[in-house]
Nanobody, 120 residues
């Protein structure tokens, strides 16, 4: 069983930055791929970024590439999302997700989400 808890959301002006954190329970955190997703009002949930178990490989959605950075600290069971140059269209609830089964792009544990609002 894995529990994920996000934090760090809030209100920021366009062009600003926010850093999200996700704390994971479980002793095998270092074996999971981790990811961030987001869901804007009235839209489907969309992929944002993913990171492999060792933190050596990352992948981003085109919409955030060059602005967002995903990272992890396996000693602390944490994954982060640094968001720079934020745009109003980045406004969404951001979710942390864990792939504990090793199935590509299948995330079986989710956090409760944290709201990010970017004002214009």
């Amino acid at each position: 069983q894995v529990q994920l808890v996000e934090s760090g959301g809030g209100l920021v002006q366009a062009g600003g930055s926010l850093s999200l954190s996700c704390t994971a329970s479980g002793r095998t955190f270092s074996t999971y791929y981790m990811a961030w997703f987001r869901q804007a009002p009235g839209k489907e949930r969309e992929f944002v970024a993913t990171i492999n178990w060792g933190g050596t490989s990352t992948y981003y959605a085109d919409s955030v590439k060059g602005r967002f950075t995903i990272s992890r600290d396996n000693a602390k069971n944490m994954v982060y999302l640094q968001m720079n140059s934020l745009k109003p269209e980045d406004t969404a609830v951001y979710y942390c997700a864990a792939d504990t089964l090793g199935a590509p792009d299948e995330y079986d544990y989710w956090g409760q989400g944290t709201q990010v609002t970017v004002s214009s």
